[in-house]
């Protein structure tokens, strides 16, 4: 690296861990209140992000159970634009999470360093956003820390990091005594009152990512964190001023920025919005971006292919167990609201509130005391989100390189040894009948008919009539080129396909054909593959009500070799 402004690597130092989980740390990526990001790579050879909890924290049994939930509702986001969580370990010594790996730049940075985007440009990021808000959404997460910081900006469009994962850290120490987890120049009018929180409240802060991205000043004025949040907390009674933003840009900044969430524009609207605005397809990414970001992300780009070597070569030792070998973990400034009951989190079988909800507006003098409360507070310091660390990141504290998909690794990355368990098991999958489902265990093998909603614990999907009529896969499941164990982690990092298939897609547009090869990392963490040899349609499948295909195939699973 001959540029010391685009490293986003710097090399290990001896009381660095070389190896974690079987992962091979080649370099650190940042640093922050919870320890340490690592660059590494998996078993498959996939470049990724490998995070490390900090001892104390996981030692906190609040932690490790809400950091498990946030975990694994992360897992079964999958889509455009996103951040996958390729593996994790929440059981062990120091609990970890390894997302896969792409150089580039933060929004944060890029503003920082550059200034404000063209409007073409902020349009296109928009609707990216959005359309990965989208998907979050579906997946009953709900981001709670979007902020520029939280955009990664790479040569094949923008990223969506750290959805869902800072709610775990609601339960430590530093937040139980009802601060309110989240950035708070960047939160919507519920977060800032500590209300329950929907994905209307993610549109929000994109609305506010939107008018800082365009012209670099913030809808709610000038001056520090808590300020702004107090401002913002009283949009229903103070609407921001947009007169001075750029026409084109206002009505999007209207719909986005109203105090009612039910009132918001859907992520669906916002991204056609976008799109019209933009001038271009969403997906062009040719030019997106002003010539002297491209360039800085393909220096960074060339960088990644060269990992810094470690300033010198220490003793072997065992998988770290010090605070200085965690993860890179984030601590933001946090305004102290009064302490409000924790609302359920979104799960299986507990759907997060819909946007049509209608909302509860505190009284007048409720909305005082928070506004006193708040302008009164100390702001204190919580941990909010994964890597939004201090050293060697962005220029909002988070590491400049971090996850996105990617492309296949280079023939110099290590490959995988895989151990065949078994090969070719026959397996149906029949249509569920009507408002029942079936789950999948991938690793018995073995079916689960008319099973109940939440009781997909350690499956990898779920073929269900329940409201929503799908095919649901509850682990990143990838479309396969070949049928090697090889070809098959590759399907899997490359080829991902959206979390969930709806039965119009299944029935009028054969989503999943005869002859398609799919696989996944299951829950155990082993490798499945699943060839269709036979789709049946509904017409020829004993009249189900569900009115969905059969599909007829062979299993093969495979343990990765330690």
Same mark, same amino acid.
């Given at each position: 690296m001959t540029d010391g402004s685009d490293d986003m690597m710097t090399p290990l130092s001896p009381l660095d861990p070389r190896e974690t989980a079987g992962y091979r740390l080649l370099a650190r990526l940042g640093e922050g209140g919870m320890g340490t990001v690592y660059f590494s790579h998996t078993r498959g050879g996939q470049p990724v992000a490998f995070k490390v909890i900090r001892r104390e924290y996981g030692q906190d049994p609040d932690f490790r159970r809400r950091f498990e939930q946030e975990v694994r509702a992360a897992r079964r986001v999958q889509g455009y634009h996103l951040?996958?969580?390729? =593996?994790? =370990?929440?059981?062990?010594?120091?609990?970890?999470?390894?997302?896969?790996?792409?150089?580039?730049? !933060?929004?944060? =940075?890029?503003?920082?360093?550059?200034?404000?985007?063209? /409007?073409?440009?902020?349009?296109?990021?928009?609707?990216? !956003?959005?359309?990965?808000?989208?998907?979050?959404?579906?997946?009953?997460? @709900?981001?709670?820390d979007l902020k520029p910081a939280n955009i990664l900006l790479g040569s094949t469009g923008p990223y969506v990091i750290d959805f869902g994962i800072a709610r775990a850290a609601e339960s430590t120490q530093?937040?139980?005594?009802?601060?309110?987890?989240?950035?708070?120049?960047?939160?919507?009018?519920?977060?800032? /009152?500590?209300?329950? @929180?929907?994905?209307?409240?993610? @549109?929000?802060?994109?609305?506010?990512?939107?008018?800082?991205?365009?012209?670099?000043?913030?809808?709610?004025?000038?001056?520090?964190?808590?300020? /702004?949040? #107090?401002?913002?907390? $009283?949009?229903?009674?103070?609407?921001?001023? /947009?007169?001075?933003?750029?026409?084109?840009?206002?009505?999007?900044?209207?719909?986005c920025l109203t105090a009612d969430p039910a009132a918001r524009i859907t992520t669906d609207e916002l991204a056609a919005l976008s799109e019209r605005a933009a001038g271009r397809p969403l997906r062009a990414f040719d030019g997106w971006l002003p010539a002297p970001l491209l360039e800085r992300i393909a220096r960074r780009e060339a960088a990644a292919a060269r990992p810094p070597e470690p300033t010198s070569t220490?003793?072997?030792?065992?998988?770290?167990?010090?605070? =200085?070998?965690?993860?890179?973990?984030?601590?933001?400034?946090?305004?102290?609201?009064?302490?409000?009951?924790?609302?359920?989190?979104?799960?299986?079988?507990?759907?997060?509130?819909?946007?049509?909800?209608?909302?509860?507006?505190?009284?007048?003098?409720?909305?005082?005391?928070? #506004?006193?409360?708040?302008?009164?507070?100390?702001?204190?310091?919580?941990? @909010?989100?994964?890597?939004?660390?201090? $050293?060697?990141?962005?220029?909002?504290?988070?590491? !400049?390189?971090?996850?996105?998909?990617?492309?296949?690794?280079?023939?110099?990355?290590?490959?995988?040894?895989?151990?065949?368990?078994f090969q070719d098991k026959p397996l149906t999958l029949r249509a569920p009948a009507f408002n029942t489902g079936t789950h999948v265990d991938l690793d018995a093998p073995k079916l689960f008919p008319d099973g109940k909603i939440g009781e997909d614990t350690g499956m990898e999907l779920t073929y269900q009539d329940w409201g929503d009529s799908d095919l649901r896969f509850l682990t990143p499941m990838g479309r396969s080129s070949g049928t090697t164990p090889e070809e098959c982690r590759t399907g899997v990092d490359t080829d991902t396909l959206p979390a969930s298939i709806p039965k119009k897609d299944l029935t009028e547009g054969a989503a999943l054909a005869k002859g398609t090869v799919l696989c996944t990392v299951t829950s155990d963490h082993n490798l499945a593959m699943l060839r269709i040899t036979d789709v049946v349609p509904p017409a020829k499948n004993g009249g189900l009500s569900s009115g969905m295909p059969d599909y007829v195939t062979t299993l093969t699973l495979w343990k990765f070799a330690k």
């Open positions: 951040v996958p969580v390729v =593996d994790h =370990d929440t059981a062990g010594p120091l609990p970890w999470i390894a997302t896969a790996f792409v150089p580039g730049l !933060t929004l944060a =940075d890029a503003l920082t360093a550059h200034g404000p985007l063209p /409007l073409p440009a902020v349009f296109q990021l928009v609707g990216c !956003t959005a359309r990965a808000l989208g998907s979050i959404h579906a997946a009953e997460v @709900v981001h709670r530093l937040t139980r005594s009802g601060a309110i987890v989240g950035t708070p120049q960047y939160m919507s009018p519920e977060q800032a /009152l500590g209300e329950p @929180v929907t994905g209307a409240a993610d @549109v929000f802060s994109l609305g506010l990512i939107a008018a800082v991205s365009a012209t670099g000043r913030h809808p709610y004025g000038e001056g520090g964190a808590t300020t /702004l949040a #107090v401002r913002i907390a $009283n949009t229903e009674r103070a609407a921001p001023d /947009l007169s001075g933003y750029p026409a084109p840009l206002r009505p999007l900044l209207e719909r220490p003793t072997p030792t065992p998988t770290p167990t010090s605070p =200085d070998a965690g993860a890179h973990w984030a601590a933001q400034p946090t305004v102290t609201a009064p302490p409000k009951p924790a609302a359920p989190p979104p799960g299986p079988g507990r759907p997060s509130a819909p946007r049509s909800a209608r909302r509860v507006h505190p009284a007048p003098a409720a909305v005082g005391a928070v #506004v006193a409360v708040a302008l009164t507070a100390v702001v204190t310091w919580a941990v @909010v989100s994964p890597d939004g660390g201090a $050293n060697h990141a962005g220029g909002d504290g988070k590491p !400049t390189g971090t996850a996105a998909p990617v492309s296949p690794p280079p023939s110099s990355s290590p490959k995988a040894a895989y151990t065949l368990v």
